[in-house]
């Protein structure tokens, strides 16, 4: 079937404005003026949709169009709301969705309304079409994942699952092309760390600042801390972060290849990471091969003469798939010491989803066709999604929204949840042949 890309591009640029222009910073989230604006352009074209609101005001769209039921339905999950934004901060209005210098600016253009918009007319597109499908496809957009996704996919796992239940899903989090090498490598996200914030708290003997003590709060904190920060947590290997090295192994030259292989060994890794000159890919697999905790709130004290009785940190902490809150803590115990204090505020778990799958490999030769001799690289993101919250359920998990690097362009996870976050436009398409299975 032939199809004008940049027509198809149009289209998704002014959906896109579309979106971006209505504010669903979160909190307080107001998704339901924005899922009334898919679902309207949905059912003007006889797609089936609805909205679903969790709570006043925060709104949730499913739509949904037929397959032959051959096989089981795919979901394609995005989300409506988005993080605050500093406008004074920003260079264009992070909601007024302009163009600029080839860029369309605003808050959400990468997390996650550009997902949004592509699915919405993708879904459009295939009822316009008519295209013969095998599988449902099924759209939700959804509100407050910024905010942990209670009132939002979770609310629809618990409360609406029979409208979103699916073998497959495809997700944000993944797609970032890569050029290593020879090759490109697509990353397609198969498994992702849980959320597991953590409190931790020092005690020590109040007094006048004049007379400081060896029982302070504020020192015990800040030394546990600093041997935090200065050790890294014990190793992990989960099975799609072997995967990753693996293809990226394969992609390089050698001696580089070896090296890349080094990192499988845990005697090794530390040593290779180090020696790394592109430090965004180390940090990446560094945080991939082990639970992270990262200091980003202090509290102590009320006035400057006294010594505060207590002193807290709050750690933002990452656990790998497989591990559990109770592991973390062991870790964590083992390199803060005793004389801190260790609170799980709320835990997650991390989650895999498998990627010898057929619908796998659909994506693997798609990606051959429209980029030849490239590889689709399975990928754990060390962030959080609503993965988990139908991966629970049985959905097989993709973040995947592919996308190519352009040399001298900011790498758009330096702009997600940042100031000026904007997408590029300066990518068009020549028409192909779409293939649907």
Wanted: hydrophobic fraction near 40%; charged fraction near 25%.
């Amino acid at each position: 079937m032939e199809i004008n890309w940049d027509d198809m591009q149009d289209k998704v640029t002014r959906t896109l404005q579309d979106l971006i222009r209505f504010d669903t910073t979160n909190p307080p989230g107001d998704e339901t003026p924005c899922a009334e604006y898919v679902r309207d352009r949905l059912t003007g074209e006889g797609i089936e949709a609805t909205v679903l609101e969790s709570a006043p005001g925060r709104g949730n769209v499913v739509a949904r169009i037929g397959g032959d039921g051959s096989e089981r339905p795919l979901l394609l999950m995005s989300h409506i709301d988005v993080v605050p934004a500093e406008f004074e901060r920003w260079t264009h209005s992070p909601f007024a969705a302009e163009i600029h210098d080839g860029y369309l600016w605003g808050r959400g253009a990468l997390d996650t309304k550009c997902l949004t918009a592509v699915q919405l007319e993708i879904i459009l597109l295939l009822k316009r079409l008519r295209v013969p499908l095998k599988r449902d496809v099924i759209l939700a957009a959804t509100a407050d994942e910024e905010a942990g996704g209670t009132y939002g996919m979770g609310w629809l796992v618990e409360n609406h699952f029979d409208l979103i239940e699916a073998e497959y899903g495809i997700n944000e989090g993944g797609g970032a092309g890569l050029q290593i090498g020879d090759r490109r490598l697509f990353l397609c996200q198969t498994a992702e760390k849980g959320a597991c914030p953590i409190r931790v708290r020092a005690s020590g003997k109040a007094g006048h600042a004049s007379r400081p003590t060896d029982d302070m709060a504020v020192a015990k904190l800040v030394t546990a801390l600093d041997r935090l920060v200065r050790k890294r947590l014990p190793y992990h290997l989960v099975s799609t972060v072997e995967a990753t090295i693996r293809a990226f192994s394969q992609a390089m030259p050698s001696p580089m290849n070896e090296a890349i292989l080094g990192l499988l060994d845990p005697e090794q890794e530390a040593q290779i990471l180090e020696n790394m000159i592109d430090v965004g890919f180390a940090t990446l697999i560094k945080a991939s091969l082990h639970n992270t905790a990262t200091p980003t709130i202090l509290r102590a004290g009320t006035k400057t003469n006294v010594i505060p009785s207590a002193a807290e940190a709050i750690l933002d902490c990452r656990v790998l798939p497989g591990q559990k809150a109770d592991d973390l803590v062991g870790e964590l115990r083992a390199i803060l010491g005793d004389e801190v204090d260790i609170e799980v505020m709320r835990a997650s778990s991390g989650t895999e989803s498998a990627y010898q799958t057929p619908f796998f490999e659909i994506i693997t030769q798609v990606m051959a066709e429209v980029e030849p001799g490239s590889l689709v690289v399975p990928y754990m993101l060390p962030a959080v999604t609503d993965a988990p919250k139908v991966a629970k359920k049985g959905i097989k998990v993709y973040g995947f929204f592919p996308t190519k690097s352009i040399p001298g362009e900011t790498p758009g996870f330096e702009l997600t949840h940042g100031h000026d976050e904007r997408i590029s436009l300066s990518l068009s398409s020549e028409n192909v042949t779409l293939t649907v299975q």
